[in-house]
């Protein structure tokens, strides 16, 4: 028979609401090239946990068990995730399948559940180190782009990896110590980790909806950084010294989020020729550049209105938040923002 009686556990209703909200995942973000291998994770991760509640439901003779191979399913699945939103210009492409082999290959040898689950880990473990590289290449080529980079920063995708990380280490743990916990134990530790996978699902899913164009940049910068210099390095300092005068003057520095682009269309220089000029001629990312003329600022502020509050400076400098004004400090003086300002305020 097919079918037989089954009884739903705690458990199980997670993982058909994770199944379900995989399935509403795809049908949010289809359509968007950028989203394709996330997409690809969410239909994959539905069968995945199609096939684990089959399975733990007994629903039919289960002669065979297939979801153990899919843990070497899913270190591959969140690096082409990351990868393919970072750079939609290289999509997924048939090549791309081999990473999926040696799930097909670990099919047969699944009664040998405790070494496929350690392949699985082992792969895991890899795939998010790649992940990971894509993910510092992104911050790096925010700093070029623009000097606002908390805005942009993937906190939360990082989030998610370091989450993804401990719930693979604790499930491995569960798994290991199965013959000697007891079975309430098991059970409250299986729900946990079901409970908590859901929980991340529904964070991916809504920070990408939320934030459709929070990946640009990383294609653009490295393909102007690929091509070559549009002068010799010797021009540098003086293409610099011109350009740090104009921003200077104009106070540029005090718009919340200014980035390559917004100084390119106010000078008449092009992307390259800024990032080259500030990164030659001033040893500096542009970035770094624009916060330490926003430190400056609030410096002088500091001095000149000591009636203002640390917030008011910040936003007049060109902060667009306090964690980003508190951050920048720390980075660049080693203090915090009332640490380096309070003797200033006072007059010293």
Same mark, same amino acid.
């Given at each position: ?72 399913? +899913?270190?591959? *699945?969140?690096?082409? !995730? #990351? /990868? %393919?939103? &970072? ?7 048939? @090549? ?23 392949l699985g880990a082992v792969s895991q473990l890899i795939y998010f180190a790649l992940a990971l590289i894509w ?29 993804? +990380?401990?719930? *693979?280490?604790?499930? !491995? #743990? /569960? %798994?290991? &110590? ?7 134990? @098991? ?162």
């Amino acid at each position: 028979m097919l079918l037989a009686e089954f009884y739903l556990q705690p458990v199980n209703i997670i993982q058909l609401l994770t199944l379900f909200t995989g399935l509403l995942g795809v049908s949010l973000l289809v359509g968007e090239q950028r989203y394709h291998g996330l997409i690809m994770a969410l239909l994959i991760q539905s069968v995945m946990m199609a096939f684990n509640l089959y399975e733990e439901l007994n629903v039919g003779a289960v002669a065979w068990y297939v979801t153990p191979a899919f843990s070497l399913t +899913l270190g591959p *699945l969140f690096y082409l !995730m #990351v /990868r %393919v939103l &970072l750079v939609p210009e290289q999509p997924l492409t048939l @090549r791309d399948s081999t990473h999926f082999v040696p799930t097909l290959m670990a099919l047969p040898f699944t009664p040998y559940l405790q070494w496929v689950l350690l392949l699985g880990a082992v792969s895991q473990l890899i795939y998010f180190a790649l992940a990971l590289i894509w993910l510092k290449r992104y911050h790096a080529a925010m700093a070029e782009r623009e000097a606002d980079t908390e805005r942009k920063a993937l906190h939360w995708l990082f989030n998610t990896l370091v989450v993804l +990380l401990v719930l *693979l280490i604790l499930d !491995m #743990v /569960r %798994v290991n &110590l199965q013959a000697v916990t007891t079975e309430p134990f @098991r059970s409250t530790w299986y729900l946990l980790d079901q409970v908590a996978f859901l929980l991340v699902l529904c964070i991916a899913i809504v920070g990408l909806v939320r934030q459709p164009a929070l990946f640009n940049g990383l294609s653009e910068v490295e393909e102007t950084n690929a091509q070559p210099a549009p002068h010799e390095d010797s021009q540098a300092a003086a293409i610099f010294a011109a350009l740090d005068s104009q921003i200077r003057e104009h106070q540029w520095y005090c718009q919340p989020r200014i980035c390559l682009q917004d100084i390119a269309g106010y000078t008449g220089l092009t992307v390259k020729d800024i990032s080259w000029s500030i990164n030659t001629g001033g040893g500096l990312s542009f970035a770094d550049y624009i916060n330490q003329l926003r430190i400056q600022r609030v410096a002088e502020l500091a001095k000149n209105a000591p009636h203002k509050t640390l917030l008011d400076m910040a936003m007049d400098a060109g902060f667009s938040s306090k964690s980003s004004f508190n951050a920048v400090f720390k980075k660049h003086t080693g203090k915090t923002p009332g640490q380096y300002l309070t003797p200033l305020r006072a007059g010293d």
